[in-house]
């Protein structure tokens, strides 16, 4: 047998004391996007690997350490899910770009091999008899379903407060608000305890906690996600939109969701209108340069707050020039643009109860609650959430209720308007930002044992921006910067109906010119978040 010589001998000795790290190809699950991931499957990564970082995540940061409170639910098939979903990739590749993206939902979707509780205790240990349209289409893609989240009970709220979950808290600042009521799902992904996630939003519930956890929040046009399935807060005012890391993530998961549903008759506006490849080309084609962009500086705040969050967008809009985008600052309006769409958007609640009674009736027959009046006086929600109930059961029937009726005409009509300031100025977007006041502090009571949350919003302007709520236009959230209590201000650009790809074209554009996220001071990396493969 031949010796190899000495100094052959040596270097290969050294070889193999390498570390994995030197000697295989190296994912970074904190900044990697969901390209980069597929990437990385294809070439051996198994998304079991993925799911038990974000599973020892969990157990690190939710319950323990910081406590965050952002799960309500982990699924126990996640893993089974991935292996399964790795097998099937080995024989006959990937069924789309969201193959084996694990992602977490809040719990006001239906999953049927989960429960849904929309945070309520009346809800514990219940689970649909079917999933959520969206979510059916997300499992065909090849997504697993990690995780259920806290959110404001039964989404009616904007601290993420429940009677199941409790208080969820923001990773940037324990004594700030998460915003609401998509709190679980937006501080879940910023705490990295899953790829991305689902929102839904019937004033600003998609915005606001991806805002105040430093995400991109995208809220597509009214009847472009169904919303089957959701339990509901409006018939009208309802969607469901993506949180993630960065606009990449967000487009791919519209590309799946977006789409027409025979169960979700406002899906029909959506007929017509190019989505799933054109969503793509937008991330493929992103630019800023001709791009035209007015900003809408009555939904800035004018208090001593302000300044900071202001000079931040003010950072913000000196990039979008820099790179090419013709900016008009400020876009003259002629009507009170903070009033009007805060008028407009408080129209929802008249239909609530008709929307919730009927989804009650699809939870089975063995379901125990039949009406809202019924879950009103259970004894299993908040006091808030009473309240509420309590309110909406005044209401009276939608066919003899002519201010339902004004209103929803009122919102059509404010549509029209801003589609038509944006036509006579030839803009592709208006931004604004979400809100240029601090995030409110926590003000926990527990009474009963259970944190009720914090103090009202004050509706002065610059506090949550409902210009997308009101007209149904859609919109998405970035983060520009820290306000110097550490939470995020967030940048909205908002868009026209049904192009949801210039969007993503432009604000994907602006992220790759000024990226802004950073990983929270509560939850550091653990050392296992850079997978070998």
């Given at each position: 047998m031949k010796i190899l010589p000495a100094k052959i001998r040596v270097i290969l000795g050294a070889l193999l004391l390498l570390p994995p790290a030197l000697s295989a190809k190296t994912i970074d699950l904190a900044t990697a996007t969901i390209p980069e991931l597929?990437?990385?499957?294809?070439?051996?990564?198994?998304?079991?690997?993925?799911?038990?970082?974000?599973?020892?995540?969990?157990?690190?940061?939710?319950?323990?350490?910081?406590?965050?409170?952002?799960?309500?639910?982990?699924?126990?098939?996640?893993?089974?899910?991935?292996?399964?979903?790795?097998?099937?990739?080995?024989?006959?590749?990937?069924?789309?770009?969201?193959?084996?993206?694990?992602?977490?939902?809040?719990?006001?979707?239906?999953?049927?091999?989960?429960?849904?509780?929309?945070?309520?205790?009346?809800?514990?240990?219940?689970?649909?008899?079917?999933?959520?349209?969206?979510?059916?289409?997300l499992r065909a893609a090849g997504v697993i379903i990690l995780a259920k989240t806290n959110l404001d009970e039964f989404a009616f709220g904007a601290t993420g407060t429940s009677s199941l979950g409790g208080q969820t808290l923001n990773p940037y600042n324990l004594e700030k608000i998460p915003g609401g009521s998509s709190a679980g799902s937006a501080v879940g992904v910023a705490a990295l305890f899953g790829w991305a996630a689902l929102g839904t939003e019937t004033g600003s519930s998609i915005r606001n906690p991806s805002a105040k956890a430093d995400l991109v929040g995208f809220c597509p046009s009214a009847g472009l996600v169904s919303r089957r399935g959701v339990i509901p807060c409006s018939i009208v005012y309802d969607r469901v939109g993506p949180i993630a890391r960065n606009v990449t993530d967000a487009a791919l998961f519209m590309s799946v969701m977006a789409g027409f549903d025979p169960g979700d008759l406002l899906s029909l506006q959506s007929l017509g209108h190019p989505v799933g490849d054109s969503y793509s080309a937008a991330l493929n084609n992103a630019s800023l340069k001709g791009a035209r962009i007015g900003v809408l500086r009555q939904l800035f705040g004018q208090r001593e707050e302000d300044p900071p969050a202001i000079t931040l967008i003010d950072a913000a809009i000196a990039t979008m020039r820099a790179q090419g985008a013709t900016v008009i600052d400020p876009l003259p309006t002629d009507i009170d643009l903070w009033k009007v769409t805060q008028d407009v958007s408080g129209g929802h609640g008249d239909d609530t109860r008709d929307a919730f009674d009927y989804y009650l009736s699809t939870r089975g027959p063995g379901f125990p609650y039949k009406t809202m009046a019924a879950l009103a006086e259970s004894g299993g929600i908040l006091e808030r959430t009473k309240s509420k109930f309590l309110n909406y059961l005044k209401a009276p029937s939608l066919d003899a209720n002519g201010e339902y009726a004004a209103n929803y005409r009122d919102r059509v009509a404010l549509r029209q308007a801003i589609t038509a300031l944006m036509d006579q100025h030839h803009l592709d977007a208006l931004i604004s930002p979400f809100q240029t006041k601090v995030a409110r502090t926590l003000a926990v009571e527990v009474p009963d044992g259970i944190a009720t949350g914090g103090v009202p919003d004050n509706r002065g302007v610059g506090r949550n921006n409902h210009l997308s709520t009101a007209t149904g236009l859609p919109t998405i959230v970035m983060p520009v910067g820290f306000n110097h209590d550490g939470v995020n201000v967030g940048l909205e650009f908002l868009g026209r109906q049904f192009d949801e790809a210039t969007l993503i074209r432009i604000t994907h554009a602006f992220e790759q010119a000024a990226p802004h996220r950073q990983l929270p001071p509560t939850t550091p990396l653990l050392g296992i978040e850079q997978l070998h493969y």
């Open positions: 597929q990437h990385a499957y294809d070439d051996g990564l198994a998304s079991e690997q993925v799911v038990k970082v974000y599973l020892q995540r969990i157990a690190a940061y939710d319950k323990v350490g910081p406590k965050l409170n952002a799960i309500l639910q982990l699924n126990p098939h996640a893993l089974d899910e991935a292996r399964a979903l790795d097998a099937e990739r080995r024989l006959h590749g990937p069924r789309s770009p969201l193959h084996g993206v694990p992602i977490l939902i809040k719990d006001n979707i239906d999953t049927a091999d989960v429960t849904t509780t929309g945070g309520a205790r009346a809800f514990a240990g219940t689970a649909p008899p079917a999933d959520a349209f969206v979510i059916a289409r």
